[in-house]
Each structure stands twice: as structure tokens, then as C-alpha cells.
């Protein structure tokens, strides 16, 4: 007589074997959504995320435009009471104007005068045809006082003096301003170039008191 095989109690290979899926260590096939889902999920968010920057950006935008150009309003006059003017203007702008151009004139520069060339060491004789004794002495001292080394006093005929005045005569041009100091110190008027009766370089001649 056979002997019965022995019963064990069912475990969870037996559960396994029992359910509808694949059995072993196969896992059971992914729905086609669970491929599809994540990355469209993806796509839709970075979309919006897109959608959002641009909105801000382009108010952004619109925000700086508006304080850039603010609206202007124009309010048209309705006072029916005020008629257009139709008298010609008294003062035509395309009249040719009477002024001047206004436009400034260059000022000539003038240069300034040379400094006088006073020659205190030249030769300068005081003659004395007045007949009034000392005068070419007195003469003579006043130029000393202002810086005049080489003097001397002398007469002379009053024939010689010319026109009959006090005059400083002297040969050299370049001497002009040194016998026109001479005169201006003496107080006399007459100066003449062109030579001097007694060859000094300088001679007050004397016709009466020049003081």
C-alpha cells in the first residue's frame, strides 16, 4: 500500500503561483502613460515658466514707454466769439531788414608807441643870446638836476637863432626825443632837426628867459 505524500501548508510561492501575472523573476510590463507622462509633464511646465518671464518682461516694457510719453490732451476753443484776424501784419517778416548785422566789427589793434630814447651823455650846449647875464648857467643846471653829464654854457649872436624864439636844434635824428626831453625840461616850444650853428650835438639857443 502506497503512502500518501505528505501535506505541507501553503506559502507565499504558492500565493505567486496563484495570481494572474507572470510568474518567476520577470516584472510585470509599464503602461504606455507612465513613458509619455514625465516628459510632457516637463514640456508643459517649462512652457509656462517661459510664458511667465515673457509677460514680465513686456510689462517691464509697456511701463517704461508710458512714463516716457505721457499723453497730451488737446482741448479745442469753442468761444464762437473769437473771429481770425484778416488785417495784413504792419511788419512783414520777409522785409528785408534796415540794421545792420549785428555781427562785430574787428577793433583795429593799435600798437603801442616806442619808448622815447633819451640820450643822457650826449653833447649839449645852452648858448645865451638873450644878453641876460648867467642865463645859460641857470639853463645849464636844470638839465644837470635831471641827469644831463656833458654840458656847456656859452653866448651866442641872436642873429642865429631862428625865428627870433628859444630852440632846441640838433644834428642826428636818432637824437629827436633826447632835444625834445631838453625842451619839455627847459620849457620850450621851437625843436628843429637839420644841424646846430656851433656843430654841438645838441644847442638850446636862447632868445630870453624860457622860465
Known amino acids: 500500500m502506497a503512502k500518501d505524500a505528505p501535506v505541507f501548508e501553503p506559502d507565499e510561492f504558492d500565493h505567486l503561483a496563484q495570481s494572474s ?23 508643459v511646465i517649462a512652457g509656462l515658466v517661459a510664458y511667465g518671464i515673457a509677460m514680465i518682461l513686456w510689462n517691464l516694457g509697456q511701463g517704461g514707454d508710458d512714463e516716457a510719453e505721457p499723453s497730451v490732451t488737446v482741448t479745442a476753443s469753442a468761444d464762437p466769439s473769437a473771429e481770425p484776424t484778416t488785417s495784413p501784419s504792419s511788419d512783414p517778416s520777409t522785409s528785408p531788414s534796415d540794421e545792420p548785422s549785428s555781427s562785430p566789427t574787428p577793433t583795429p589793434t593799435e600798437s603801442p608807441e616806442p619808448e622815447p630814447v633819451i640820450e643822457y651823455g650826449a653833447q649839449v650846449h645852452v648858448r645865451n643870446g638873450a ?26 649872436s641872436s642873429s642865429l637863432i631862428p625865428n627870433g624864439v628859444n630852440t632846441v636844434v640838433y644834428g642826428d635824428d636818432a637824437l629827436a626825443d633826447t632835444a625834445q626831453d631838453i625842451a619839455d625840461t627847459l620849457g620850450i616850444d621851437a625843436v628843429q632837426g637839420g644841424g646846430t650853428p656851433g656843430g654841438a650835438e645838441i644847442e638850446v639857443l636862447l632868445e630870453s628867459n624860457p622860465g
Not at 21 to 43: D, N, Q, T
Request: proline share 10%; glycine share 12%; no cysteine.
Open 21 to 43: 501575472g507572470p510568474v518567476g523573476v520577470h516584472r510585470a510590463p509599464r503602461p504606455w502613460w507612465s513613458k509619455v507622462l514625465p516628459p510632457l509633464i516637463a514640456f
Open 131 to 156: 644878453g641876460i647875464q648867467g642865463l645859460a648857467g641857470e639853463q645849464q643846471a636844470e638839465l644837470e638836476a635831471v641827469g644831463y653829464t656833458n654840458l656847456a654854457a656859452n653866448n651866442i
